[in-house]
């Protein structure tokens, strides 16, 4: 049973940092790619960045790239998102990813910018 608990969520001043994990369970972790996606109120869900398995590669859509990382652990089982220079725009609640062999979400945790 694929599983995922998310944390690192909360509310953050503009130019501030989170950094987010997400705890997988169920499945071969180290050779499944896992992504971050976003929703924000009456937005689509969009994709954040991603990572590859064992060599990692990473993108990340363009409004986060330079500011946002993607990383994982494969002994923990764990992805991370590394937040930087966040903006008010950047809230959203965030969505880890994967496909074993469906797709498969955690819960979301709540990210929220702002003075």
């Known amino acids: 049973q694929v599983q995922f608990v998310e944390s690192g969520g909360g509310w953050v001043q503009p130019g501030g940092s989170l950094r987010l994990s997400c705890a997988a369970s169920?499945?071969?972790?180290?050779?499944?790619?896992m992504t971050w996606y976003r929703q924000a109120p009456g937005k689509e869900r969009e994709l954040v960045a991603r990572?590859?398995?064992?060599?990692?590669?990473?993108t990340y859509t363009d409004s986060v790239r330079g500011r946002f990382t993607i990383s994982r652990d494969n002994v923990k089982n764990t992805v991370y998102l590394q937040m930087n220079s966040l903006k008010p725009e950047d809230t959203a609640v965030y969505y880890c990813?994967?496909?074993?062999?469906?797709?498969?979400w955690g819960q979301g945790t709540q990210v929220t910018v702002s003075s």
């Open positions: 990813n994967t496909w074993a062999p469906k797709s498969y």
């Open positions: 990572i590859g398995s064992f060599a990692g590669s990473t």
């Open positions: 169920g499945f071969t972790f180290s050779v499944n790619v």
